[in-house]
């Protein structure tokens, strides 16, 4: 069996759902795991089914969004030969496949009310019949089901049958999103970052620079945990230096001065006018004694949002400055901002 995926947090509302999993675990009950996505459901149902009796028997996965309604009930409940077109021979189900361990449903809110139906049977009393068929065979499954809806919500508006949440809820986890777990990003963005370090074959992670840091702790994450890992092993290739903090983060793959909007490309230096020059810090006056140094502090402040609003492009920034490329590099070099 692989080893189990890593459950990383310290904050109070990860620990808590951890605990709850980590207590339901050893009964023999239907567990519903909430929350957005990216959020670590799946990590959830795996832990249910490591701690439970049922450890060294099969853990089975479907996702219920991923199939058209007309295969789900085949891939849940299996088919006999002949049962619709294209079905040369039986097959059992996900039900049958996980006998004697733990199936988990991802995206349970999804699934079709004939197929809500047929589940209602099997988690009420543990049997089933396969498509084109009328014999009835037992299955002994641990059910965890997983989704992002409000399922008591969908049941006021007739999409999820209300006796079917009554028996999968014996046991509600719900995960708490990233933006709720500020203490926990750094810990994980670290935890990725050595995992990729190591996949790139570099001796060490050398660490994130401070406003990298920044950044991680102020974006709002929307798609949690897994945006996160997909940010920061995204850092580390792109910036490609073993020895130097990584020192550039790219939030958004999609962003590019050519990126189609509306089906019309941008050229970089339209875009590049038209956006907002960067914003200048307060004027504080009282205490300037050399005019000089402080227009020269001045000035690299605004190189310095310059380059923080466009990703560090120095043709962008130039643009946007008014000033040709060799100009702006001689003026990064003038305030030590070149970082070569």
């Given at each position: 069996?692989?080893?189990?995926?890593?459950?990383?947090?310290?904050?109070t509302?990860f620990?808590d759902?951890?605990?709850?999993?980590?207590?339901a675990a050893?009964?023999?009950r239907?567990?519903?795991?909430?929350?957005?996505?990216?959020?670590?459901?799946?990590?959830i149902?795996?832990?249910l089914?490591?701690?439970?009796?049922r450890?060294?028997?099969?853990?089975?996965?479907?996702?219920?969004?991923?199939l058209?309604?007309?295969?789900?009930?085949a891939?849940?409940f299996?088919?006999?030969?002949?049962?619709?077109?294209?079905?040369?021979?039986?097959?059992?189900g996900r039900?049958?496949?996980?006998d004697?361990?733990?199936l988990?449903?991802d995206?349970?809110?999804?699934?079709?009310?004939?197929?809500?139906?047929r589940?209602?049977?099997?988690?009420?009393?543990?049997?089933?019949?396969?498509l084109?068929?009328?014999?009835?065979?037992?299955?002994?499954?641990?059910l965890?089901?997983?989704?992002?809806?409000?399922?008591?919500?969908l049941?006021?508006?007739?999409?999820?049958?209300?006796?079917l949440?009554?028996?999968l809820?014996f046991e509600?986890?719900t995960?708490p999103?990233?933006?709720e777990?500020?203490?926990?990003?750094?810990?994980?963005?670290?935890h990725?970052?050595?995992?990729m370090?190591a996949e790139?074959?570099?001796?060490?992670f050398?660490?994130?620079?401070?406003?990298?840091?920044?950044?991680?702790?102020?974006?709002?994450?929307p798609?949690?945990?897994?945006e996160?890992?997909n940010?920061?092993?995204r850092?580390?290739?792109?910036?490609?230096?073993?020895?130097?903090?990584?020192?550039q983060l790219?939030i958004d793959?999609?962003?590019s001065?050519?990126?189609?909007h509306?089906?019309t490309?941008?050229?970089?230096v339209?875009?590049?006018?038209e956006?907002p020059?960067p914003s200048?810090?307060?004027?504080?006056?009282?205490?300037?004694?050399?005019?000089?140094?402080?227009v020269?502090?001045?000035?690299k402040?605004?190189?310095?949002?310059?380059l923080?609003?466009h990703?560090?492009n120095?043709?962008?920034?130039?643009s946007?400055?008014?000033?040709?490329?060799?100009?702006?590099?001689h003026?990064?070099?003038r305030?030590?901002?070149l970082?070569?």
């Open positions: 069996m692989a080893a189990p995926a890593q459950l990383i947090g310290s904050s509302s620990l759902a951890v605990e709850r999993a980590s207590a050893a009964l023999n239907p567990v519903l795991v909430i929350g957005e996505r990216g959020t670590g459901k799946e990590l149902a795996d832990r089914h490591r701690l439970s009796p450890w060294s028997q099969p853990l089975v996965s479907l996702n219920c969004a991923a058209p309604e007309n295969l789900i009930d891939e849940l299996g088919y006999e030969a002949g049962a619709f077109t294209g079905a040369t021979r039986a097959r059992a039900f049958e496949d996980a004697g361990g733990t988990f449903l995206e349970i809110g999804t699934l079709s009310p004939p197929a809500q139906e589940l209602l049977r099997v988690v009420e009393y543990g049997e089933l019949t396969r084109g068929s009328n014999k009835v065979i037992a299955v002994d499954v641990r965890v089901g997983a989704t992002n809806e409000d399922l008591p919500a049941v006021a508006k007739g999409r999820f049958r209300a006796d949440l009554d028996r809820s509600v986890i995960l999103p990233l933006r777990r500020a203490e926990d990003i750094e810990v994980l963005a670290t990725f970052a050595r995992r370090a790139l074959g570099w001796p060490r050398p660490g994130f620079a401070p406003r990298v840091l920044e950044q991680l702790a102020s974006w709002h994450w798609g949690n945990v897994r996160l890992k940010v920061v092993e850092a580390l290739y792109r910036w490609g230096d073993a020895d130097r903090p990584v020192g790219v793959p999609f962003e001065p050519w990126r189609p509306g089906g490309a941008i050229s970089p339209t875009e590049a006018s956006m020059p200048r810090p307060p004027l504080k006056i009282d205490g300037v004694s050399d005019l000089r140094s402080a020269a502090a001045y000035e402040q605004l190189l310095e949002a310059a923080e609003r990703r560090h120095q043709r962008r920034t130039a946007a400055l008014g000033l040709s490329y060799d100009q702006l590099r003026a990064l070099k305030h030590g901002l970082g070569e």
